[in-house]
């Protein structure tokens, strides 16, 4: 069980720096997986709406939307 939480850690990590690239469908691709893996990723994402970058913010709440 710890491996999986540990996978899913590591997995939103990676979509979340997706958040911010320049190509918008990574950006896209990226809020799909997020959305996809359900509540582990909804404490990262609020902490992503304070992000200093615009687009990391934006893509956050529409994941979270």
Same mark, same amino acid.
């Given at each position: 069980? /710890?491996?999986?939480?540990?996978?899913?850690?590591?997995?939103?990590?990676?979509? %979340?720096?997706? %958040?911010? /690239?320049? /190509?918008?469908?990574?950006r896209?691709?990226? =809020?799909?997986?997020? =959305?996809?893996?359900g509540?582990?990723? =909804?404490?990262?994402?609020?902490?992503? %709406?304070? /992000?200093?970058?615009?687009?990391?913010?934006?893509?956050?709440?529409?994941?979270?939307?």
């Amino acid at each position: 069980m /710890d491996e999986l939480k540990l996978t899913n850690n590591l997995e939103i990590e990676m979509y %979340l720096q997706d %958040l911010s /690239d320049l /190509d918008r469908a990574m950006r896209e691709m990226a =809020v799909k997986s997020l =959305v996809a893996l359900g509540g582990d990723a =909804v404490d990262p994402l609020i902490a992503f %709406l304070y /992000d200093s970058n615009n687009r990391s913010r934006n893509m956050a709440a529409r994941a979270l939307g």
